[in-house]
């Protein structure tokens, strides 16, 4: 017999409880959910509201219903373990006219639960459902009503060059290492990480690494797990990368599980999985006594070449242990601060590296790393350029075999970079067919912007959020129209809280090939972006619309 979840809602001035009853043959599970708004945003999201949109998503049925603030309706909707409930919440009466269940007006806030498993066993659940303004920034607020900032444990909190990673599997967040700017100005690096939890709003420290690391890459495994990855450390007193990793388990008793040891110490490296295969492929990296902005020059060879490395290495997922990673192929030469994505195909996947720099400078070059007889091969250089040389840009994946570049560095003089060194608005895309890659520009972005954060968001446009810009504390998207002409950058609502670099930033949800995708992406971190530089603790999170197509 099919069993059902009955929401019902009832409004309240600024916050609007979410009553959810799944009703069995013999049973009620309650879910309770209560709206709150984002702290930076008190009595702004839901102030106005005439009515709601609920959707439910990942149960069998998946449910819909919309009605005015002040005649609640019931939803349907059956149970399961990934269940997604996503509240739209608009200034106009989506009900007085065409289907209230497909609005044509976007809303004026969203936000949408983690996702949640709902069975008949289920006990009750409760939670807070984070609902920003569309196309804004708000900061995490926790179950209680108060706002809450990451920490490191350390006399200087926030954290910069970190990595933030999502975790489907207990969806959370993995904030781990990174460094802060002492009053001294001195760069330290930290032996800490914490974890953050959307459902909650509320971060949690987790027990200190056996390493302090920074510029080092993690990697979502599919079981939960995450892979951490070289980075800089400091080694008998002297700046070094390293060459070691571990495996992080944010659910485990003993949470760093394995010890890794890669062929090459590095940083500034990448760390990309094929899922579909179960190979992460490390790429690159700087291997000397380097700092954030660069590889150094090699003390082995007297200073006269740059400390980088063209080696590829690979760890399969399904055995990886203490053992030292595989050895694989190598790019065309020595990269490091590139950016690098995953095609997966099977035999036929690949991994497509974008600019970085050498020991000349920035690179304007594509590079696709394949598999080859179950590992991977040495890199290929398409036949396609960018359209100038890259460092410090970002890169995501846009359709088969297509990428999409924004932003970066165009200088990187022997290998190091310069903070006053021009820096790019142009977007590129690129067709990365096998051997022939081909850019081509679209819209450039409303600023000169690097050390940004960009995400593609469910509805196929990208947000780009932060970074090094002489706009100050901006993010801007980029709206991909089916039936415009061509993408236009846009502003977003509202800006963030304050201008930062260094910051890392995670999808929640996942992506749009995963159940549960929500509206936000978090931002967190960073450092001030001139002179003298300043950690941050802050988090900012980027609230997108659930309605697409409109």
Same mark, same amino acid.
Request: glycine share 14%; net charge negative.
């Given at each position: 017999?099919?069993?059902?979840?009955?929401?019902?809602?009832?409004?309240?001035?600024?916050?609007?409880? $979410?009553?959810?009853?799944?009703?069995?043959?013999?049973?009620?599970?309650?879910?309770?959910?209560?709206?709150?708004?984002?702290?930076?945003?008190?009595?702004?999201?839901?102030?106005?509201?005439? #009515?709601?949109?609920?959707?439910?998503?990942?149960?069998?049925?998946?449910?819909?219903?919309?009605?005015?603030?002040?005649?609640?309706?019931?939803?349907?909707?059956?149970?399961?373990?990934?269940?997604?409930?996503?509240?739209?919440?608009?200034?106009?009466?989506?009900?007085?006219?065409?289907?209230?269940?497909?609005?044509?007006?976007?809303?004026?806030?969203?936000?949408?639960?983690?996702? $949640?498993?709902?069975?008949?066993?289920?006990?009750?659940?409760?939670?807070?459902?984070?609902?920003?303004?569309?196309?804004?920034?708000?900061?995490?607020?926790?179950?209680?009503?108060?706002?809450?900032?990451?920490?490191?444990?350390?006399?200087?909190?926030?954290?910069?060059?970190?990595?933030?990673?999502?975790?489907?599997?207990?969806?959370?967040?993995?904030?781990?290492?990174?460094?802060?700017?002492?009053?001294?100005?001195?760069?330290?690096?930290?032996?800490?990480?914490?974890?953050?939890?959307?459902?909650?709003?509320?971060?949690?420290?987790?027990?200190?690494?056996?390493?302090?690391?920074?510029?080092?890459?993690?990697?979502?495994?599919?079981?939960?797990?995450?892979?951490?990855?070289?980075?800089?450390?400091?080694?008998?007193?002297?700046?070094?990368?390293?060459?070691?990793? $571990?495996?992080?388990?944010?659910?485990? !008793?003993?949470?760093?599980?394995?010890?890794?040891?890669?062929?090459?110490?590095?940083?500034?490296?990448?760390?990309?999985?094929?899922?579909?295969?179960?190979?992460?492929?490390?790429?690159?990296?700087?291997?000397?006594?380097?700092?954030?902005?660069?590889?150094?020059?090699?003390?082995? #060879?007297?200073?006269?070449?740059? =400390?980088?490395?063209? #080696?590829?290495?690979?760890?399969?997922?399904?055995?990886?242990?203490?053992?030292?990673?595989?050895?694989? /192929?190598?790019?065309?030469?020595?990269?490091?601060?590139?950016?690098?994505?995953?095609?997966?195909?099977?035999?036929?996947?690949?991994?497509?590296?974008?600019? /970085?720099?050498?020991?000349?400078?920035?690179?304007?070059?594509?590079?696709?790393?394949?598999?080859?007889?179950?590992?991977?091969?040495?890199?290929?250089?398409?036949?396609?350029?960018?359209?100038?040389?890259?460092?410090?840009?970002?890169?995501?994946?846009?359709?088969?075999?297509?990428? =999409?570049?924004?932003?970066?560095?165009?200088?990187?003089?022997?290998?190091?970079?310069?903070?006053?060194?021009?820096?790019?608005?142009?977007?590129?895309?690129?067709?990365?067919?096998?051997?022939?890659?081909?850019?081509?520009?679209?819209? !450039?972005?409303?600023?000169?912007?690097?050390?940004?954060?960009?995400?593609?968001?469910?509805?196929?446009? $990208?947000?780009?959020?932060?970074?090094?810009?002489?706009?100050?504390?901006?993010?801007?998207?980029?709206?991909?129209?089916?039936?415009?002409?061509?993408?236009?950058?846009?502003?977003?609502?509202?800006?963030?809280?304050?201008?930062?670099?260094?910051?890392?930033?995670?999808?929640? /949800?996942?992506?749009?090939?995963?159940?549960?995708?929500?509206?936000?992406?978090?931002?967190?971190?960073?450092?001030?972006?001139?002179?003298?530089?300043?950690?941050? #603790?802050?988090?900012?999170?980027?609230?997108?619309?659930?309605?697409?197509?409109?």
């Amino acid at each position: 017999m099919r069993t059902f979840a009955r929401p019902m809602l009832h409004v309240a001035a600024t916050l609007l409880p $979410l009553t959810l009853g799944a009703a069995g043959c013999s049973r009620l599970v309650a879910v309770d959910l209560t709206l709150a708004e984002p702290c930076g945003q008190e009595n702004q999201a839901l102030n106005g509201v005439s #009515s709601f949109r609920i959707v439910s998503s990942g149960a069998e049925p998946d449910g819909v219903v919309a009605f005015t603030s002040d005649q609640p309706q019931t939803l349907q909707m059956g149970l399961g373990d990934k269940v997604v409930i996503t509240v739209e919440a608009y200034a106009d009466d989506i009900t007085a006219g065409g289907d209230p269940t497909a609005p044509s007006v976007l809303p004026k806030a969203a936000g949408a639960t983690m996702p $949640l498993a709902i069975g008949a066993e289920t006990d009750a659940v409760k939670g807070v459902v984070l609902i920003g303004k569309v196309d804004s920034f708000g900061a995490p607020r926790g179950a209680g009503g108060s706002c809450t900032a990451m920490t490191n444990g350390a006399a200087v909190p926030g954290r910069h060059g970190h990595t933030a990673t999502y975790l489907p599997k207990v969806n959370k967040v993995l904030l781990f290492g990174g460094a802060v700017w002492t009053p001294d100005g001195a760069e330290a690096f930290l032996k800490s990480a914490e974890v953050y939890d959307p459902a909650t709003g509320t971060f949690s420290a987790l027990p200190a690494p056996a390493n302090a690391r920074a510029y080092h890459t993690a990697t979502a495994l599919p079981d939960g797990r995450v892979l951490i990855l070289g980075g800089f450390s400091v080694l008998n007193g002297t700046t070094a990368p390293l060459g070691s990793g $571990l495996l992080v388990d944010v659910n485990a !008793d003993n949470t760093y599980v394995k010890v890794i040891r890669m062929r090459v110490p590095r940083a500034h490296h990448t760390a990309t999985l094929l899922d579909d295969v179960g190979l992460v492929g490390i790429i690159g990296g700087c291997t000397g006594y380097s700092l954030a902005d660069g590889c150094a020059p090699d003390r082995a #060879s007297g200073g006269s070449t740059t =400390a980088l490395t063209p #080696s590829v290495e690979y760890v399969n997922v399904e055995d990886v242990g203490d053992e030292t990673l595989a050895a694989a /192929g190598n790019l065309s030469g020595g990269r490091a601060m590139h950016t690098a994505v995953a095609f997966p195909g099977g035999a036929a996947g690949f991994i497509a590296v974008a600019g /970085g720099l050498n020991g000349v400078g920035a690179l304007d070059t594509l590079e696709l790393v394949p598999l080859a007889g179950g590992s991977f091969g040495d890199g290929l250089v398409t036949t396609g350029r960018l359209p100038e040389p890259l460092v410090r840009h970002q890169m995501v994946v846009v359709g088969d075999k297509t990428i =999409a570049l924004t932003g970066g560095q165009t200088q990187a003089s022997n290998g190091i970079l310069n903070p006053a060194a021009p820096a790019s608005a142009k977007a590129t895309v690129c067709d990365l067919t096998l051997g022939a890659g081909t850019c081509n520009q679209w819209a !450039d972005m409303t600023s000169t912007r690097f050390g940004h954060a960009m995400a593609r968001l469910r509805d196929g446009s $990208l947000l780009v959020v932060g970074g090094v810009s002489p706009a100050g504390a901006t993010a801007e998207v980029l709206r991909v129209v089916p039936e415009a002409s061509a993408p236009t950058w846009v502003p977003t609502a509202g800006p963030l809280a304050v201008a930062r670099d260094r910051a890392a930033f995670a999808l929640l /949800g996942g992506d749009d090939s995963l159940d549960g995708f929500v509206n936000q992406v978090l931002y967190s971190g960073g450092h001030s972006t001139v002179a003298p530089y300043v950690t941050s #603790s802050l988090t900012d999170i980027y609230f997108g619309s659930l309605s697409f197509g409109r």
